[in-house]
């Protein structure tokens, strides 16, 4: 349970990026995020590749990954690599600040809530319950940033993609990478499609 905990906590901190630009705009402007976010992918695919080609065996990767984790990428990295795919899509695809933001505040701070509330392996769904309470952490975090309908299209995704990690040629897809890519793209059709709805 420690460990757990010590994974949830380590999910938390990542809200800071997304947070530091709502908070300071004008000193963490969202090239800043997109460049920070950039640097952390360079650092992870080194660190991703010393642990699994070159047999790189820290403590801390005991610690603070899954069964499942011990042969594939890790989900920190596919928590980094998400977060910076949709931080990217501002610049490059035009989706708005506000969505990624409230995707990425769906992936730091609604996921450990779920996580914490009740886990699953990769062969089941999670409880009606938990699903329930992630949808609603998830809608409220995008409620101050993006129209309702988009805020409840974007915590609908979220929710399934924490809900179901369906397993392809025998790879998890996991939630850290699913939720802010699935959340971004759902809410970005959602303020497209319905507007201020």
């Known amino acids: 349970m420690a460990d757990e905990v010590a994974r949830r906590l380590v999910h938390v901190t990542g809200a800071t990026v997304p947070?530091?630009?709502?908070?300071?705009p004008d000193t963490v402007s969202w090239r800043v995020v997109q460049v920070f976010l950039a640097l952390?992918?360079?650092v992870v695919v080194v660190l991703e590749?010393?642990?699994l080609f070159v047999g790189l065996d820290w403590?801390?990767?005991d610690r603070l990954t899954r069964p499942y984790e011990q042969d594939n990428p890790a989900g920190y990295a596919l928590y980094i690599v998400g977060m910076a795919l949709v931080a990217g899509s501002v610049g490059v695809l035009g989706m708005p600040v506000d969505v990624a933001v409230s995707a990425m505040l769906m992936l730091a701070?609604?996921?450990?809530i779920s996580g914490l509330l009740g886990s699953n392996d990769a062969s089941t769904v999670k409880q009606v319950w938990v699903l329930l309470a992630m949808?609603?952490?998830c809608t409220l975090l995008a409620s101050p940033f993006v129209p309702p309908a988009a805020a409840v299209l974007g915590?609908?995704?979220a929710t399934f993609a924490d809900g179901v990690k369906p397993t392809i040629a025998g790879y998890v897809v996991d939630d850290n990478f699913s939720i802010p890519v699935l959340a971004a793209a759902t809410?970005?059709?959602g303020v497209a499609f319905l507007g201020g709805f």
């Open 19 to 24: 947070l530091a630009h709502v908070l300071a």
């Open 40 to 42: 952390s992918v360079a």
């Open 49 to 51: 590749f010393v642990r």
């Open 59 to 61: 403590a801390i990767y």
């Open 109 to 112: 701070i609604g996921d450990p």
């Open 135 to 137: 949808f609603g952490v």
């Open 155 to 157: 915590g609908l995704a």
């Open 187 to 189: 809410m970005w059709a």
